[in-house]
């Protein structure tokens, strides 16, 4: 069985395939981004529909088969922008349509979790995902994925984004205050440390950095907030390992790609005797391969969706999904 995924929900656009041996045939994608300011959700489904055509036709090259041997599209149900999801879901439709293919739409943190799973040894994670809009701890218990702990207001990536836009560093910000942060003297600025039993919360420290910017250098501020941030999220990752008594630690989402976290996290299991698991960046980041590989598994179930009852779920929790 082969499976085209469609990711649109947010920057990225991305169409993977993947065969139900796990192998993943193609990722390509296209990513928005920026000089200066940030993502304005119009202009970014403007560069989703400009991309769609060469980033298809790239995957359905690299996996060395034709549109006809597909036999299941997976498409990104959400959560995400609105506007950027109908894109892909709309392209999906077509395709499945077209193609006379079965279409099933899935969760993209649910997508983050299972390719790691796939792609790793790693069998029943403590997952970490830390993206642009996404910051959950999750993990499989009693049936369900379940949160364990997540931000109460904004997604760490976005958080690190927000700080670089007012910084003036572009968009995406993540990897260049991991830049920055390595030239950093090393001199910790005291930021706000804020953890409320297993959440988080980056609005405050957000607030802070932005005060600071005229008082500090660029560079120390970018190591204080990955210390800071990392720090929290870590410390609440931690709680849930214990709590479940799970040995195994999953990164995931775009600030996965975060050497500075991924040390960190290597740190904390190698201290409580759990394994760290961490994917290449082009899986952590936002990708269709793992969109591709959930529909496969949706489609082993028969989980199909009827065409005309396909729908965005741009609110969709993790913790609603049925397994
Ligand atoms: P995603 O939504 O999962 O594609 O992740 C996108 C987010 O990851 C953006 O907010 C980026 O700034 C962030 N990101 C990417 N690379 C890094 C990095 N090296 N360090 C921190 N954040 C990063
Ligand atoms: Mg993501």
Redesign the pocket.
């Known amino acids: 069985m082969i499976s085209l995924g469609i990711e649109s929900t947010?920057?990225?656009f991305g169409v993977g395939i993947a065969d139900q041996k796990g192998r993943i045939l193609a990722n390509r994608k296209s990513v928005y981004a920026t000089k200066h300011g940030g993502m304005i959700p119009a202009k970014v489904s403007e560069h989703h529909l400009e991309s769609f055509e060469g980033v298809l036709s790239d995957a359905v090259n690299d996996a060395g088969i034709s549109l006809a041997d597909v036999d299941v599209i997976a498409y990104s149900k959400g959560p995400g922008i609105g506007h950027t999801l109908r894109i892909g879901s709309a392209l999906a439709r077509s395709l499945s349509l077209l193609l006379k293919k079965p279409i099933v739409g899935v969760n993209h943190c649910i997508a983050h979790l299972e390719i790691g799973r796939a792609l790793t040894p790693c069998k029943d994670p403590v997952f970490l995902y830390v993206?642009?809009?996404n910051t959950q701890i999750i993990a499989f218990e009693e049936a369900r994925y379940r949160i364990f702990g997540e931000t109460l207001d904004i997604g760490v990536?976005?958080f690190?984004?927000a700080f670089a836009r007012e910084a003036g560093l572009g968009f995406?910000?993540?990897?260049e205050?991991?830049k920055l942060a390595k030239k950093s003297s090393g001199k910790y600025v005291e930021l706000p440390y804020v953890v409320k039993g297993m959440d988080f919360s980056f609005g405050g420290i957000l607030t802070q950095l932005k005060k600071m910017l005229k008082e500090h250098s660029v560079e120390d501020l970018c190591f204080s907030l990955q210390e800071t941030a990392f720090a929290m999220l870590l410390e609440a990752s931690e709680r849930a390992m214990a709590h479940t008594g799970k040995k195994e630690l999953l990164l995931g989402?775009?600030?996965a790609?975060?050497k500075r976290?991924q040390e960190m996290s290597k740190a904390m299991c190698f201290e409580r005797g759990a394994k760290c698991f961490i994917l290449e960046n082009q899986f952590?980041?936002?990708n269709g391969a793992m969109i591709a590989w959930l529909g496969l598994l949706e489609a082993r179930k028969r989980n199909f969706e009827k065409i005309d009852k396909t729908s965005i779920l741009p609110y969709w929790r993790t913790d609603e999904v049925q397994p």
């Open positions: 947010a920057h990225t993206s642009g809009a990536g976005n690190i984004d995406p910000g993540g990897p205050v991991e989402g775009g600030v790609c975060n976290l952590n980041a936002d």
